[in-house]
């Protein structure tokens, strides 16, 4: 707990990592607290691609959720709201053999992982999720008869990890993109307009080259476990569907550096 504290302490002034014991998968998972006050202030803000804080802040404050006929949220979500006084969403789970990995990929990130020849979405967690995966996915290859690479890669078994200095390493890029996208919010709310848009697309140029190399120091490597008997590029070191996809994704990938669009 004391390595996690120096690089993510608890603040009521900005988000913070709690670990908890993940009992489906038996694994340690960080899971990332949004102090409550801090969404009470600013009810119509997104915590997530899907869900307003206002939402969250009426469901917390509400029944437990399995009380309930359907809910967006879990029960361990609605106790750490109690014990934590904030808003907890999965992060990052400890398991494999590089420090762990994201829990759930954005779009993007699964949408470059797939252009660079990898599988898009994240391990599953213990056991029992690869084991359902894994029948899925045998059950997917059966039905469509396919043995290529439209019915993509298998999923596989990661061991638990602790968590060490290449989790620390891992998270400390992540607080590198969190502080840059702090410093984009800041100027979209203040500043003159004409410098304000210049400075926000320099933030956010910024805010996609930080992700594309966060993507390719730990999501790729988590992801060619799943593709090793793919073909490699021989000029770049990223695996790659047919000759020639590697310059592709290249190009695809400064496009979206420079517009935000990865098409």
């Known amino acids: 707990m004391e390595r996690l504290r120096r690089i993510s302490p608890v603040s009521d002034r900005h988000s913070y990592l709690v670990p908890v014991w993940y009992v489906a998968g038996q694994r340690w998972v960080l899971y990332e607290a949004q102090p409550a006050n801090l969404l009470r202030a600013h009810p119509e803000r997104p ?83 690869y084991e359902t995966q894994r029948a899925a996915w045998e059950s997917e290859r059966v039905l469509t008869g396919d043995e290529s690479e439209s019915v993509g890669p ?33 100027l979209q709310a203040s500043g003159d307009p004409v410098t304000m848009e210049k400075e926000a697309q320099d933030s956010e140029r910024e805010i996609r080259k930080a992700e594309l190399a966060a993507i390719e120091q730990f999501l790729a490597p988590v992801s060619e476990v799943f593709t090793s008997a793919r073909k490699k590029s021989e000029t770049r070191d990223e695996l790659i569907y047919v000759d020639g996809q590697s310059d592709r994704t290249a190009d695809r990938l400064d496009y979206w550096i420079e517009t935000g669009q990865f098409t």
């Open 47 to 129: 915590v997530s691609p899907t869900i307003l804080a206002d939402d969250v802040l009426q469901a917390m404050d509400g029944p437990r959720p399995s009380t309930l006929p359907r809910s967006l949220f879990s029960d361990v979500q609605w106790e750490l709201w109690r014990t934590h006084q904030a808003f907890c969403l999965p992060f990052w789970c400890l398991q494999g053999m590089d420090g762990g990995h994201l829990v759930y990929h954005t779009e993007t990130q699964e949408r470059i992982l797939k252009a660079k020849g990898h599988r898009g979405s994240p391990p599953p967690i213990g056991r029992a999720a």
């Open 154 to 186: 298998p999923p596989v078994y990661l061991e638990p990890c602790s968590f060490d200095t290449r989790t620390e390493e891992h998270l400390a890029r992540f607080n590198r993109l969190m502080q840059l996208a702090g410093k984009l919010e800041h």
